[in-house]
């Protein structure tokens, strides 16, 4: 099976491996991955927004804190604030979508790791208020695929121990509790293919009604586009100018790297 999320180490991996990645194509092409990523985050200068790497997601960001969020699937997600107002006839907006999603989430089942550790990172960053009970993005951790004793973030154990994150199993074939993510009543499911497609579960979540949107970072072709995938999960939460200016902070370490 391909290599998935749920065996990557959560943050170490995202910054040692991008590190790693980085350093190492800087010493073979005497700079030009340097280069090429001033060249980039310039052309955006000012912006706070935009996907400069991945090629396996896009957003469009709208009027009035709208986007139109594409996943890997080509699943396109229309992310709605919560203080906007909608019309009732807003599903058949003309802005052709498939799933609409009010923002920010706040019950989301997540089914790997690294999923988690975007939120993690971006937890970590936020010095701003976060509308939901106790003003942490962890709060919104609904519920999760794995057990766990096979969670490296230990915030996540916690939650799991006092009750406050549910763990929804799947049986031997990877087929999920599809029972338990029902009765969950999730605003979105983050789905990682290579897990979820094992017992086609998102055939499941479309007869169930259930919204979901599928994450794959570890199909980009390069570490810098796999941790962009954090803007992703960043647009579910409002929080694109925070993930925008972590992903500006870690490639200037990565340059500071390549320098030393």
Known sequence: MKKSCNNMASRVWVVFFTALA????????GGCAKKQSEIKLSAAEGTGKGVYYAKLFS?????????????????RCLLVP???????DFTS???EHDLLVFTPV???LYTSTTQVSFLDVLEENDNAEYDIEENSL??????VTLPRDQWDLETIEERMRDGKTAYIAQ????????????????????????????????????????????????????????????KFIAAFYNKDAEADAIFRQQL?????LARL
């Open 138 to 143: 962890y709060d919104s951790v609904a519920a």
């Open 82 to 88: 919560r203080d906007v107002e909608v019309p009732d």
């Open 59 to 75: 957003i469009e960001y709208l009027p009035d804190g709208v986007k139109l969020v594409s996943d890997y699937s080509g699943r």
């Open 106 to 108: 706040k019950k989301a």
């Open 93 to 95: 907006s003309p802005i």
């Open 171 to 230: 049986n031997s074939m990877g087929t999920i509790d599809i029972e338990s993510a029902i009765t969950l009543q999730p605003d979105i499911i983050f789905a990682e293919p290579a897990v979820m497609g094992m017992g086609d579960n998102l055939a499941l979540f479309e007869a169930a009604g259930l919204p979901y949107t599928v994450v794959c970072e570890w199909e980009e072709d390069e570490n810098r586009a796999s941790f962009e995938w954090i």
């Open 252 to 256: 200037a370490r990565l340059d500071e």
């Open 22 to 29: 980085v350093v190492t194509a800087l010493a073979l092409c």
